[in-house]
Nanobody
């Protein structure tokens, strides 16, 4: 089992940057692929990015490609989401999640979820 805690959200102006962190408990962190999802009010949860358990492979949604970068530090049990050139449409609660699957872009493939962190981008 793994517990996930997100941090780093906040209010930022359009064009700004934020770095989200997903800190995990447990000694098996490196066994999991980690994904980032987001959910805006009234909308379904949306895939953002995922990273292989080794950190050697990543996959990013087209909507954020070139602006968001996912990375991980298994020694620190932490996954990061660097978000640059933020837009108002990036406003959402951002969640990290863990899966034993190779890498997945579907929420149902993830077993463990954090509580989320709010990101608000003002225009």
């Amino acid at each position: 089992q793994v517990q996930l805690v997100e941090s780093g959200g906040g209010l930022v102006q359009a064009g700004g940057s934020l770095r989200l962190s997903c800190a995990a408990s447990g000694r098996t962190f490196s066994s999991y692929a980690i994904g980032w999802f987001r959910q805006a009010p009234g909308k379904e949860r949306e895939f953002v990015a995922t990273i292989h358990r080794s950190g050697g492979s990543t996959y990013t949604a087209d909507s954020v490609k070139g602006r968001f970068t996912i990375s991980r530090d298994n020694a620190k049990n932490t996954v990061y989401l660097q978000m640059n050139s933020l837009k108002p449409e990036d406003t959402a609660v951002y969640y990290c999640a863990a899966t034993f699957q190779f890498m997945a872009d579907i929420p149902g493939e993830y077993r463990y979820w954090g509580q989320g962190t709010q990101v608000t981008v003002s225009s």
